[in-house]
């Protein structure tokens, strides 16, 4: 462990979690590996990139701990979808879903697509994160193949739930982020309170209170 590195691994050595600062911004910087026992090859992965929200990560690694014990069914990833919200995607030989305002998605590239490697990594099939026009990608999580089903479905469900994520007014948040944030006091609350970005406060919200891709 440094300043910049940071390492675990679980007691029975089947997990180990590398965290890398210096990867901030520029690709994964939280790298999941699992293998079926220490010392063993690497069997799935999960890669995480970007201001992926801190609820995000504790899902995941909840999920992750859960799978030390065992892996539960489902087999198949959950896909409870609102049609007013999400569109599908099947194209160029990617499919997934994608919200209608274009900022949160999950594609696959299911195993001899013609499709660019996600994130330029031929491991990975499954990708979800959140984009915008001006700023490109806000944050990503990246799935290899034989990633369990029920540890996706905890970044998924995330994603695809319609409570907006709450932060408090005194956090800076990053610029990149500011279109999507809209601004309202906490109940019981009284007085004026106004959330910053880096560069200052962010606009009108575009949606309102918010949408899925909010997340």
Do not use: K, Y
């Not at 440094?2 to 679980?10: Q, V």
């Not at 880096?198 to 909010?214: E, L």
């Amino acid at each position: 462990m440094s300043a910049t590195t940071f390492t675990a691994t679980s007691p029975c050595g089947r997990i180990t979690l590398h965290h890398d600062r210096r990867a901030e911004g520029r690709g994964p910087h939280l790298v999941i590996t699992a293998r079926n026992a220490p010392g063993a090859p690497e069997h799935w992965r999960a890669d995480v990139a970007g201001n992926t929200p801190v609820e995000f990560l504790t899902a995941l690694t909840s999920a992750v701990a859960e799978h030390l014990e065992a892996v539960p069914d489902p087999d198949l990833i959950e896909l409870v979808v609102d049609p007013q919200e999400w569109v599908e995607v099947d194209d160029l030989g990617l499919v997934g879903i994608q919200s209608r305002d274009g900022h949160a998605f999950m594609v696959g590239r299911p195993t001899g697509s013609p499709a660019a490697p996600l994130h330029g990594d031929e491991a990975i099939v499954w990708r979800i994160g959140a984009v915008t026009l001006e700023h490109g990608a806000l944050w990503s999580v990246s799935f290899t193949q034989q990633t369990p089903p029920f540890v996706v479905n905890t970044v998924l469900s995330q994603t695809l739930s319609s409570q907006p994520i709450t932060r408090p007014a005194t956090e800076t948040l990053p610029a990149g982020l500011a279109p999507l944030v809209s601004v309202r006091p906490a109940q019981g609350v009284t007085g004026h309170h106004r959330w910053r970005t880096a560069d200052g406060p962010p606009p009108s919200p575009p949606h309102g209170r918010g949408t899925p891709p909010t997340r």
